[in-house]
Each structure stands twice: as C-alpha cells, then as structure tokens.
C-alpha cells in the first residue's frame, strides 16, 4: 500500500495542490480511503494528517468510510423533485431495506441522494456507478437495481 | 494529420481542408442540388454508382457548394438510373439512363459549364423533356 | 482525403447517452458496414442538439433530415429506407402538436434561438479539432495574435458589453482589465467548469460538444491579462466532460494552438485541467481556487479580489465556460456585432437549461431580452398533461421563482434584477399548478443546508434554521411569526455571509413569499394544503 499511495504522489508530482487528484486516483476501483491510505499521503506529501483528512472529508467523491460495491445516488434537487423523485427514493430504500447513507449488509450496495446530474430533460434521475439513468418510475428504478450483477 | 502550425499562413491552409472535409454539413439553403432517384429500381440499375460518380467528379472540380442528394423512384423506371439537377433560380432538368460516365459528363457540362446536356435529357413519350 | 457524400450526426452528449445512444451509435455503424455503404456515409459523433427531451436525435445531411427519440431497433429502416432508398422515415421525425418537421432548424423550437455560444455544439465533431478549426476555431486567437495589442483586445471585450455568465454577471471586460493592471509576473486564466447549480447542464454540453471554443477563449484571455498559465477546473461528476477536454488540450497542443510560440507569435500559453471532487461550494470563485490549490473548498474573504490575489497569492483571472465561448465570436466579428444581439443594457445571447413541466426540455440559447412567455410558450412548446403555468425559476435554485405576472418580462440581467430575481447560471425550471410552492422551499433549502460549507455561521444556521421554518410551515404548525422569521434570517444572510452561496440563498425565499404569499399564508395555523402534496410529504418524512 504505502509503495502505491509513493508511486501516485510520485506520478502527480509532490505538491499540495495535487492533493484532489492524488485522492481521486487513489479512490478509484475502491469504495473508500483507508486510513492508512490519507496517513501515508500526509506522510509523502509531508502535510499535517488532519489537513489530509479535512481535505478528503470535504468533498463528496471521496469517502472514509467503507461503502458497497454499487453506489446507487438518487437526485432530489428541484428539478427532479417535481417529477417524482421522492417516489423513486422510496421504492429503491424500501426495495434495499435502507435509509440514506446506509450499506446493505452484503455490501452490494450503498445508497446516497446526490445534487443535480445535469440531465434535467430526464428527471427523475439516478446514478448507480458511474452510469446515470433517467425518466425513472418507481417501478423502473427498481428493475434496474434488480439487474445489476 | 496533426501537425505543428507556426504561422497564420498555415491556419489558413488547414483551415481551407477542413472546411471541404465539411462542407456536406454546411447549409446550402440555394446552392445546386442533384437528387439521384434511389429506389430500388434505380438501385438495381445502377444508380448507386452513378451517385458515386457524381460526388467524386464535383469533389475533383472544387465545386464545393454543390449538394448530391437521393430521391425515391420518380415513376419512370424505364429510364434509370435518372437525375434531377436544380440551380437556383432556373427549372429543374431531368437526366436519365445514366451511367458513370455520362454522369461525369452531366457535371462537366450543366454544372461546370451551365449548359444543359441535352443527350441524356430524359424524354416523356410524347417527346416532351420532363419538366 | 476521402469526400462522404452523406454525414450523419448522431448526439453523443451525456444528455443523450442514458437514453441508449451508445447502442444506436455501435449499430448503426454496424448496419452502414453490413450493407457497405461506408464509401458514401460518414458517421460523426457529435455534442448535444438541445431538444434533449427528444433525444437521441440523427441527423442526416446533406437533406439536414432529423431524427427524434432514435432507437437501435430503428436503425434497420433508417438504414433501408433512408440510406439506401432516399426517403424519409415519417415516423421518426419531430413532431410539436400539430407540427411535424424534416428540419428541426425550422421549428418553433429553434426559430426564436440565436446560436453564439452553441455555434457549434452538434453540428462539429468535438474530438476532431479539424472540424472546429473548420468552423473558424482559433481564427479569433489567430487575428489576435496577428493584429492586436493586449489593450487592444481587452478594449474590445469591453465594448462588447459582455458580462460574466456565472452568475454575478460582472461586466468581463473590466475583469480582464482589473488583471492585466494588477502588479505580477506570474499571472494565471482560470475556467470555472464547476457547474453544480440545479437544473443546470449548459457548461457541460459546451465542453462536451465544443471543447475548443472554451481553449480559444482562455488563450485570448491569457494574452489579455499577461498570463501563460490556465487552469480549467472541470466539475467531478462530469466524466465525459474531463476525457473529451483533456483530449481537445493535447489536439491543440499537436497543432500548435497551445504551448511554445503559438502561430509563431512569440505567445506562450498552456492549459491543465483539473477535476473538482463534489462539492456546490467550488463553482464559488476564490473557494475554486482553494480547491486547486489541493484544499478545503471553502470559500476566501474579498477583497482582496482574485483579479489582484488569486491562485497560490497571484494575480488570476477567473471566468465561466460560457463567458469564454463568447470570446472568439467577438474578437473575430467585433464588439459592435455582438452589442447588435441582445437588448442595449445586455448584449449578446444567453444558454438555458430548460426543466420541469415544460414540453421541449433540453438546451437553448436565446437573446437578452426575449419575454420569458416566448421561452416557455414558443421555445418550451407550453405546459404539457393540460395543466397550467404556475412558476418559472430562473439561475438555479438560488435563482427567484417568478410568477404568473412575470411572464412577459424580458429576461436579461437588469430585468431579472428589478424583481429581485437572476440570471444566474442559466437554469430554467417551469413548474405548473399541480405543485406546491412551500414543498419546493422545503426542497431548495434542504440542497442549501446540506451544500453549505460551514465556514461562516450566517450560512451554516440561517440554512438550516430557514429548512425548519420551512418544514413546520408545511406541516401546518406554522404561524405568521414564523414567516416574519424567515424573512429577518434572510435580510441577515444577505447582508452577512461570507460568499455568493449564503447571499444568494435568500433569493427563492424572498421571492417566494413575494409572488406566492398567499400559498404560505394558507399552510399556517393548521390550514391546509391546497395541491395536497406537502401532507403527503410531511408524513412521508416523520
């Protein structure tokens, strides 16, 4: 681990103000940051940890905490609202048995809300992944997460 | 095809090839037209080729502004592979059993030259050139 | 070079891709190959069309026929019908009411739009920079670098009379000028790509569909101000976005357009771009440039103002994606041109996102100055289901919601502002008589108390303690009190908070309980709900 979190800071470049990118890339394929990940960072990037930590916690794509393998964000801003959105949340909680921000016990799936997605013209809309889906019914949301693997 | 620009003079030049690359998309609202009746009569006899042969001979002309578009079968299957070619501003002519080198030919004369080609008009019955 | 006597454009925008469009793209490529027609058809990936609501849209040219809602399964009779028969597939063609169009240009849609910024978006190729540079990319910068003096350019932007499309709507000429005078050798041009404002998607289609647009626009801005840096910080979640722009950045570098002694000028400019990582606050100027410099996003005290103390302490320039595609229109066609478009206290045109109850959803771009009525009436083809109009938002959540009454005012930045709305970032959400106005509050503030940084306590509590009001409001245990409440908490966000977030939070609530008054009055002291939705959605939550 540390001989990765050394190669990344290295392909960035030791500076502070790659620290959002250095995160990113070491989130990626993974559902969080360890803790042993952000000390080594604060370590190679000689920064107090707790400014690593801060950093992290700050912004939404990253995580310290454990998640599922299937990030399911459910959009509840405006435009979505208007269209059904609270009726699609409550059909994928009911059909996970979980509250926002909860993971399901086999770790499949981690439910989150999100701000807008920017695909408005398909409200209501989710994201499971990195894949958005849109002109959600209740029915449909549902059917979607039934067929992921 | 990338390649280092180090002056306007080459902006330009790249800038002139794109454009051509292009011009298929750019809108030629009053431009000629030659529409290729493509149904598949015209098709069976060759009208595809005849279509080819009129893009590549405008593309080789620089006639840049000239739109080659298909239509369904006109009725006159007898006579396809057949042509409609529209200036601006004057009546359509009608060209028919075309082949690739006739459709060069159509190029060279009606749109290079501005005059009809009077051979592969295409002829009703009566004698009368489709209008 | 091979000539196609046929393109067709099909949308590759994000907008498009959830409904399928990667599987209508890899079949019809299928199909055009199977049936060898490769010689005569080109297919081209392109950026979004704006009609997303009818999306996936094809085009094909040189007819200019247009194809709505295309799906694989559609593409057999394209292909035998249209490809090979020339006729046109009736079914699939766009139709609005009684309106049924071969040309989507020729509908209402698209008549009552002025396209600058989206010039263009799905018409280009965004991965091929020949296609840009066909359609005069780089010819601004080009006739910069050519022909005019720093001053000179910044001089013209001012003419123009182009204000910011962020949001602030601060004239850019004066911006540019602010840093070109501030003291500094290292100066830097920052493109503010963090677009995160509810119902707003018109930067990302920009970059999706015309990255090069947005690179021209920095490299003027760049010699302008005396800057061979820029960076663009390009929102997260905005995957396509990222690739399709760090892709256009080494197309230009290829060519020469970015990097050492661009067209032999002696200018040098190069461009990084920059992921943001979550987080509403960073569309926020000075909390953008903390986040690139690889911290908290939380926003800085002004002054001192970026123009004089920007990235890392250094001068900078930071302007927003479609501020920076008006750039090169105007250089190349000049500030009298652009002052021709638009209304004479707002020139040029402005790209809405429009959502909610509103026929045609998707992407435009419109004069200052248009009524809101034409937008939703003519561009937006109406309130659909037959319900009715009730309220427009314009500039996002922190945007204000208009009513009934406003419907034909222009929409322009003065306008907007004399009834103490915005422009914003240019979303437009319509919302019609089925909902109500206090659950929508509940919704606007709820994004508001979770997207607050929690820097300054003007923000931190008054959206919170605004949330609250708001929920027991739509409980019905509210009382009048509680709305004078909401009031005086905004007056004091207003006044108090540290950046744009907090100030402008205010914005839906104020005019709210302005042109909606009597709704909110109705929910006190036990009234009831008179669409019925904030019963059901109280319940839902407790």
Redesign the interface.
Known sequence: MREWVRQTVEQFGR???????I??HLQRGRSYLEKETLLAVAEELDLPAA?VY??AT?????STVPRGKHIIRVC????C???GA?AVL?AVQAYLGLQVNETTEDGRFTLETT?????????P?L?ID??????LTPESAVGILKNLA | MGQSMKSMQELEAIRERARKAMQVRQNQEGGPVISVAMGTCGIAKGARDVMMALVDEAAKRGLDSVVVTQSGCAGYCEHEPMIKVQLPHQDAVYYGSLDERKARDVVARHLVQGEIANDYVLQLPGGEPLA | MSMHRSHILICSGSNCSHRQSRAVRSRLRQAITETGLEREFKVIETGCFGLCQQGPIMVIYPEGVHYCRVQADDIDEIVQTHLQKGRVVTRLLFKSGTEQSVELPKTAFYQKQKRVVLRNVGLIDPENIEESLARDGYQGLAKVLDTLSPEAVIAEVTNSGLQGRGGAGFPAGRKWEFTRKAPGDQKYVVCNADEGEPGTSKDRLILEGDPHTIIEGMAIAGYAVGATKGFIYIRGEYQLSLQRFRQAVAQAKEYGLLGQDILGSGFHFDIEVRSGAGAYVCGEETALLNSLEGKRGEPRYKPPFPANFGLWGKPTLINNVETLANIGPILIHGADWYRSIGSPECPGTKVFTLSGNIANRGLIEVPMGITLREIVEDIGGGIPNGRHFKMAQTGGTSGGCLAVQHLDLPVDIPHLAEVGSSLGSGALLVVDDSHCMVDLARVFLKFFAHESCGQCTPCREGTTLLKRLVDKIASGSGTAADIKAMRRLSTTMQMTSLCGLGQTVPTPVLTMLAYFNDEFMEHLDGGACATGVCRAAVKGVV
């Open positions: 500076d502070r103000h790659q620290l959002l990118e995160l990113g400014e801060g950093t700050f912004y939404s794509l990253y509840e801003n405006a435009p609202h208007i269209d609270a409550a701000s807008c997605l920017g695909i408005c013209s398909a409200a809309a994201m990195d894949d958005v889906h849109g002109n």
